[in-house]
């Protein structure tokens, strides 16, 4: 499929080093991003559907690289069908997985993670809930498991593992298991903060330096944040990726992205949700997180969503996150929302605004175009001007 974007005002690239892409145009073919800025005339007229921006902003899907699937689009937890369906109207194209701790009865055992992992995994290969793509099956370390179980997961296709939750003595024991993950290719993940749920461990600074995993969970809490004496160490002791969550402390997330500025560690800085847990679904909580961040620091808006998008993609070694060509098409058009006192998305974010989510592309598909279900209509009309598909793209608003 072939699809095109005309008339943006504004193209916010994902790259906090060089933010904007000038021009006007992003042209999307096969599930890839083609061309973006300026986009041939040609192109335009071949494109099986051409939406007209009207202004609007563009930015790259948001990557939710902390979510607490189970299998299918389903929280036990919440008991809720359809949340990442839902949290596709919020502007969330990716979703990386926080490990299956939430699968009713899961088992503890070391072949039992191993499977559940491997389940998970395979559930979403080919599984896209509102055209959003889940990297599902985070391995949970539990005791028992030793290096050739991560070697054989590696090889089957996990490569994911996640220490917080298992059954050991102590945080510190994470520690071999963590090593044996890394050995295996897997990105390593840590639960960072206060226990999260009743048997679990409060893990803080002197625990993720003696881990050394590649990303530090909710490191503002998830909920229960660590002391504030441990969060300079955590910048600049390690090169330990940070990751602040919607439902974590946001004091403490504005004190973690002001050290990380001042550290000059940008790059390592990551938004997710930690979402659904006791907190909740929260379908525009990535947004929620770039807007209290803009509004209530010196942080910039390109900063705030390169950490949503191009900075998580980096961390985890996926191939979407950045509005550049040879990267997956998955693309957001953003606005200020009808009744605001902002004309434009980042003037809104800026405000402290939630922006309308207008329009919605993965895979080069256009999953809605015009309104979201979850947010205000924008200001911009945001439409679709050819459309050789016989599909309607305007979807479901409220």
């Known amino acids: 499929m072939k699809t095109a974007i005309i008339n943006l005002k504004k193209i916010i690239s994902g790259d906090w080093r060089d933010p904007i892409v000038e021009g006007d145009s992003i042209f999307m073919a096969d599930g890839k991003i083609i061309s973006v800025g300026k986009v041939a005339d040609k192109d335009i007229q071949d494109a099986d559907v051409v939406?007209?921006?009207?202004?609007?902003?563009?930015?790259?899907?948001?990557?939710?690289?902390?979510?607490?699937?189970?299998?299918?689009?389903?929280?036990?937890?919440?008991?809720?069908?359809?949340?990442?369906?839902?949290?596709?109207?919020?502007?969330t194209t990716t979703c990386i997985s926080a490990s299956e701790v939430h699968v009713p009865g899961r088992p503890k055992d070391p072949e039992g993670v191993k499977a559940l992992a491997l389940a998970a995994k395979r559930c979403f290969d080919d599984y896209r809930p509102g055209g959003m793509k889940v990297?599902?099956?985070?391995?949970?370390?539990?005791?028992?498991?030793?290096?050739?179980?991560?070697?054989?997961?590696?090889?089957?296709?996990?490569?994911?593992?996640?220490?917080?939750?298992?059954a050991v003595k102590s945080p510190y024991d994470y520690a071999p298991m963590v090593a044996w993950a890394k050995a295996a290719g897997m990105i390593t993940t840590v639960h960072t903060g206060g226990s999260s749920i009743p048997g679990s461990s409060g893990i803080w600074v002197d625990h993720l330096l003696k881990m050394q995993p590649h990303v530090s969970f909710h490191v503002n809490?998830?909920?229960?944040?660590?002391?504030?004496?441990?969060?300079?160490?955590?910048?600049?002791?390690?090169n330990i990726a940070l990751q602040i969550c919607?439902?974590?402390?946001?004091?403490?997330?504005?004190?973690?992205?002001?050290?990380?500025?001042?550290?000059?560690?940008?790059?390592?800085?990551?938004?997710?949700?930690?979402t659904p847990t006791g907190s909740g679904i929260m379908p525009l909580g990535m947004l929620y997180t770039i807007t209290h961040l803009c509004s209530l620091m010196d942080m910039s808006v390109e900063s705030a969503i390169a950490a949503a998008t191009g900075n998580n993609a980096t961390v985890y070694g996926i191939d979407s996150g950045f509005l550049k060509p040879g990267k997956e098409a998955d693309v957001v058009i953003l606005d200020a929302c009808v009744g605001g006192s902002k004309d434009n998305a980042?003037?809104?974010?800026?405000?402290?605004?939630?922006?309308?989510?207008a329009a919605v592309i993965t895979a080069g598909i256009p999953r809605f175009v015009g309104k979201s279900r979850n947010t205000p209509a924008p200001m911009k009309s945001v439409r679709v001007v050819q459309n050789k598909v016989p599909q309607d793209y305007t979807g479901t608003a409220h």
């Open 51 to 91: 939406i007209d921006a009207d202004g609007a902003t563009a930015i790259p899907g948001l990557i939710d690289s902390q979510v607490h699937n189970t299998f299918g689009d389903y929280t036990p937890r919440q008991k809720t069908v359809g949340f990442l369906e839902s949290y596709v109207h919020g502007g």
């Open 135 to 166: 990297f599902a099956g985070s391995i949970i370390l539990e005791p028992g498991l030793t290096e050739a179980d991560f070697q054989e997961m590696a090889k089957k296709g996990i490569w994911l593992a996640k220490a917080g939750f298992g």
């Open 221 to 238: 809490g998830g909920p229960v944040a660590m002391p504030d004496a441990d969060f300079p160490r955590i910048v600049n002791e390690s």
């Open 246 to 274: 919607t439902a974590g402390n946001l004091r403490t997330a504005l004190l973690i992205a002001k050290l990380a500025m001042e550290a000059d560690q940008f790059d390592r800085f990551l938004i997710a949700t930690d």
């Open 346 to 357: 980042t003037d809104a974010i800026r405000n402290g605004d939630i922006p309308a989510v």
